[in-house]
């Protein structure tokens, strides 16, 4: 089976011409200039956060109460030797000599001592890596990446089906014969055609509905699609399933 794209990730309108010997499949845009195009970035970074869950709870772990940082020993210390709720006791407290060399040193940190300091390096290099490496994976590589975008995205969209019959075939105002999704997302639409269903069907094809927003930063609509399946003659043995979302 041949495989056509219209070379981006974004909604395109869809016509399939089964007129001729062998179908012709056009793409065009509402407007590709306005148009949003999806990426898989946040789909890469959401993956590779998964893939380092355990060691973030790992670290996660490693940040409780841990009597062997010195930090930590020496709050304990002072816990047992004074009492914070008597202000004499804790007059003294703040004249240790240790005491007094934290809260200098603190003050007197710079910008990136505030916020890096207090981490260690290799928790550091491993929140930089999260950020890093999707990049990494995702840049390089995006045209593959725009490719797989579409058929991500039917993956994972909850899907309706519906089925026509020779009930559901309508005339237009040209005596055209043809029925009709009239309401989708452009996500995915996958058709299976039996009988004369297939056998009559002259073209299919997927627009935009044609309306333009008022009060908005762009005019055009991408987003609510319709989609029309044209026959030759009326179909009535056989049948079309439809798959969308």
Not at 157 to 185: H, Q, V, W
Not at 194 to 201: R, V
Request: some cysteine.
């Amino acid at each position: 089976m041949k495989e056509y794209d219209g070379g981006t990730p974004l909604n395109a309108r869809i016509k399939i011409d089964y007129s001729g010997k062998k179908p012709k499949v056009k793409f065009s845009f509402p407007k590709r200039r306005e148009q949003k195009e999806g990426s898989m970035l946040k789909y890469v970074f959401i993956l590779w956060v998964l893939v380092n869950a355990p060691a973030l709870f790992i670290i996660s772990l490693s940040e409780g109460v841990d009597s062997s940082n010195p930090y930590v020993a020496r709050s304990q210390e002072y816990e047992e030797n004074y009492n914070f709720s008597d202000y004499s006791d804790f007059t003294r407290f703040l004249e240790e000599e240790k005491v007094l060399e934290e809260v200098f040193r603190k003050i007197n940190m710079n910008t990136f001592e505030r916020i890096f300091g207090e981490i260690e390096y290799i928790k550091l290099a491993f929140i930089l890596q999260l950020f890093i490496v999707p990049l990494l994976i995702y840049f390089p590589f995006k045209k593959r990446w725009k490719k797989i975008y579409p058929d991500f995205q039917a993956l994972i969209a909850r899907k309706k089906m519906t089925k026509f019959s020779e009930k559901d075939i309508k005339r237009d105002g040209e005596g055209n014969l043809y029925c009709e999704i009239p309401l989708f997302s452009n996500i995915l639409l996958d058709y299976n055609a039996t009988g004369e269903f297939s056998k009559y069907l002259k073209f299919f094809e997927i627009r935009e509905h044609n309306f333009k927003y008022l009060n908005r930063g762009k005019s055009v609509n991408e987003w609510l699609w319709y989609a029309k399946f044209y026959f030759k003659k009326k179909p009535s043995k056989g049948k079309l399933e439809v798959k969308f979302k």
